[in-house]
């Protein structure tokens, strides 16, 4: 038949046209097998020259290709054979990934997880849009055991031992995931380094929060929780004094790292609301990002898309506009920005003003929304738990007695129940935190006791960790401050088994590096807070539900927390 039709006898015939389009009954074998073959070398061919960032241009270049070849070993050919072939050329590239994921012969295939994960990285992007990544961790891990397959090449692990293997002095470097969430126009930021250089501007951002920083903070941390106090007791004064503490706390955060990071710009405080829609436009970069994080050969095709990259680009945007800012003004205050830009000229070189720009955005992620995150957390725990709520309230009461100034850091070493430990542990602001991420070119690595092959990303979720009973014990899933007091406070000793598996801050070179700040920050707007308010979950307010409001975008985020304000006698 072919050579009939290649010769032309039998071409334009009704009868003939009418067979031609009659497929799959006429296709041949020989076109299918040879779809197939294309479709299972292509695999072979990605999976070998492992092309991570163009990875789509270089799938549908492999695709067109497949299907060019194919169209032209099984010529004459008519367009529905082809759409076949090509169908058949996809469907056979997909599924040699998937048997191959799933199969013995992968280097993962040791692991336990869903079939899923183990087949596609979109499971978790789904999970990400979803922010229920950790809710679906721990399910499986309480399946499963201490390391579930989470993607493709992707572990999660639950060891204390890892804790230490992985982000430890001389643990597993960062990779594909830090450099997906990048800004290709601008260099790299402190979050996205490893190694050496990952030192070298990590020592900028130490001097940026050594104690004697500190210290120059607190007076910025003072006028920020002052305006809060005085936004609240506003409030308070109107007629139902019900507000969203999420948004206050949003405010005072957010102004805060602008006043620390940049010498000022944000005012949302004073204005009461957020007309720019900066914190909407925060959320929606942390989920960009963190679903991006999960397909990082998407980014390049995805940051193209108009509405994805808007969020990326327009938050990106502020962040630089207000570093730019910054930089043209000069230093009145030793903020953030003189230490990171090295204006006491310590280091060698100077970093680039680019340089510093980069970490500009990075400075309001890492510092407000997490800071954000755990006040959130700690006020909604604190209303859950009277008995509680009353102990915190006559400590700070004791340790500032008759009013007086609760923003006096030097007691706060006095501050026991103050501690957000406890917070930190039953809602950390990262629940699954970034992955690691095994070097491809290296021989593996070895966590906790196990073989972790080349290019495998590996997770140690601090939200997992810390609702371990092998870790914090008993009731791990129970808010109990006092599992943190020691014996001389009064509390039964035994209920932290392993401080090695609190990490709310991570652990490692590369632990969060404004870790005292932001303790600083919680005791003082705690302490100030309750010295001088009432607070109870507002009437109706569904407190259950809220838990549900919380999302795992990397950085959690969280809805409005209703919440009764009213002035404390004496106040
Ligand atoms: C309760 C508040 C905070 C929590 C729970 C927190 C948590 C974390 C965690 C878990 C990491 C490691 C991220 C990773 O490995 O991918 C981190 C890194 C970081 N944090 Fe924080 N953070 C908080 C507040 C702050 C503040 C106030 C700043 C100040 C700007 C800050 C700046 C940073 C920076 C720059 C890094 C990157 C460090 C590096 O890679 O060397 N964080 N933080």
Redesign the pocket.
């Known amino acids: 038949m072919r050579s009939a039709e290649a010769s032309g006898t039998v071409m334009g015939g009704p009868r003939m046209a009418a067979f031609r389009n009659s497929w799959p009954g006429r296709v041949s074998v020989s076109m299918l097998v040879k779809a197939v073959a294309f479709g299972v070398l292509t695999h072979a061919i990605f999976h070998h020259a492992r092309p991570t960032a163009p990875l789509v241009p270089l799938l549908l270049t492999g695709c067109v290709l497949g299907w060019t070849l194919v169209s032209f070993l099984s010529a004459p050919w008519v367009a529905s054979e082809v759409a076949l072939a090509f169908l058949t050329y996809v469907i056979a590239l997909f599924a040699s990934v998937a048997i191959y994921r799933l199969s013995p012969f992968h280097p993962l295939a040791g692991y336990p997880g869903p079939a899923l994960a183990k087949v596609t990285k979109f499971w978790g992007a789904w999970n990400t849009w979803k922010g229920d990544q950790h809710h679906v961790w721990m399910r499986l891990h309480r399946k499963y055991g201490p390391f579930i397959r989470t993607g493709p090449n992707e572990l999660s692990i639950v060891d204390v031992r890892a804790v230490v293997d992985v982000f430890g002095a001389g643990g597993i470097p960062k990779g594909e995931y830090y450099n997906s969430r990048r800004d290709p126009s601008v260099p790299q930021t402190?979050?996205a380094?490893s190694g050496e250089d990952?030192d070298n501007r990590?020592r900028l951002?130490n001097r940026g929060m050594s104690n004697e920083s500190l210290v120059e903070y607190e007076g910025v941390v003072v006028k920020r929780a002052g305006q809060l106090v005085d936004r609240l007791r506003e409030e308070s004064r109107r007629g139902k004094n019900v507000v969203d503490i999420v948004q206050w706390i949003n405010f005072f955060t957010f102004d805060f790292?602008g006043d620390m990071?940049f010498g000022g710009g944000y005012n949302l405080l004073e204005e009461g609301r957020d007309e720019k829609g900066l914190w909407n436009t925060l959320n929606r970069f942390v989920l960009a990002t963190a679903v991006v994080g999960h397909i990082p050969w998407a980014h390049d095709v995805l940051i193209k898309l108009p509405f994805v990259s808007h969020d990326l680009v327009a938050f990106r945007q502020i962040g630089q506009k207000n570093a730019a800012a910054r930089h043209q003004a000069g230093a009145e205050v030793k903020d953030?920005w003189y230490h990171l830009s090295d204006e006491a000229e310590l280091e060698k070189t100077r970093p680039s003003v680019r340089d510093v720009i980069a970490d500009g955005a990075?400075?309001m992620i890492?510092?407000a929304d997490?800071?954000s995150s755990?006040l959130s957390s700690f006020f909604y725990y604190m209303l859950c738990n009277p008995t509680y709520y009353q102990r915190l309230r006559d400590e700070i009461d004791r340790v500032y007695p008759d009013g007086a100034d609760a923003t006096d850091t030097s007691k706060h070493d006095q501050l026991v129940w103050t501690d957000a430990n406890e917070t930190?542990r039953i809602a950390?602001?990262?629940p699954t935190?970034?992955p690691r991420q095994v070097p491809y070119n290296s021989q593996g690595a070895t966590i906790a006791e196990r073989f972790v092959p080349p290019g495998t990303q590996v997770y140690v979720p601090p939200y997992i960790l810390h609702r371990d009973p092998r870790f914090f014990s008993p009731s791990p899933d129970t808010f109990l401050p006092s599992r943190w007091l020691s014996a001389k406070d009064g509390a039964p000793a035994g209920n932290v088994l392993d401080r090695t598996a609190f990490i709310?801050?991570?652990y490692g070179p590369?632990?969060?590096?404004?870790?005292q700040?932001?303790r600083m920050?919680?005791r003082m707007v705690v302490s100030l807070l309750v010295q001088k308010f009432e607070f109870a979950f507002a009437e109706g307010f569904d407190r259950e539900g809220w838990l549900g409001t919380v999302h795992d975008h990397l950085v959690s985020t969280r809805g409005p927390l209703m919440v009764r304000v009213t002035e404390r006698e004496g106040a």
């Open positions: 402190l979050l380094m990952h990590r951002w790292m990071a953030l990075l400075a890492a510092g997490t800071t755990a930190l950390p602001p990262l935190n970034g709310p801050f991570s590369a632990n969060c590096v404004g870790r700040l932001a920050e919680m």
